[in-house]
Nanobody
Framework: QVQLLESGGGLVQAGGSLRLSCAASGHTFTSVTMGWFRQAPGKEREFVAVIGSLGASAMYADSVKGRFTISRDNVKNTVYLQMNSLKPEDTAVYYC?????????????????WGQGTQVTVSS
């Protein structure tokens, strides 16, 4: 059974940093892409970042490019999201997701398993 468990969310002031982690189990971690999405109150879930199966490639939403970095440790079966220069508009529940085999895409339908989410709140 595939499980994704996020951690690392919290409350931070604008300009601060947080690192989210997502521990994966129940599947062959190295064979799939992994991604992060977020959902703010009253808004649709949106793509944040995706990383290829070997960690050699990544894509980012324009809103986070240059501030967020996605990475993965294929020994620890964990994907990370380093978030720097946080802004109040980054406030959302952040979700880790596992891509469907053979995909490297940025839209939600390309991901088949999701974590429960972790809250990130950025105060101004």
């Amino acid at each position: 059974q595939v499980q994704l468990l996020e951690s690392g969310g919290g409350l931070v002031q604008a300009g601060g940093s947080l690192r989210l982690s997502c521990a994966a189990s129940g599947h062959t971690f190295t064979s799939v892409t992994m991604g992060w999405f977020r959902q703010a109150p009253g808004k649709e879930r949106e793509f944040v970042a995706v990383i290829g199966s070997l960690g050699a490639s990544a894509m980012y939403a324009d809103s986070v490019k240059g501030r967020f970095t996605i990475s993965r440790d294929n020994v620890k079966n964990t994907v990370y999201l380093q978030m720097n220069s946080l802004k109040p508009e980054d406030t959302a529940v952040y979700y880790c997701a596992r891509g469907r085999p053979g995909t490297y895409l940025t839209y939600a339908l390309a991901f088949e398993y999701w974590g429960q989410g972790t809250q990130v709140t950025v105060s101004s």
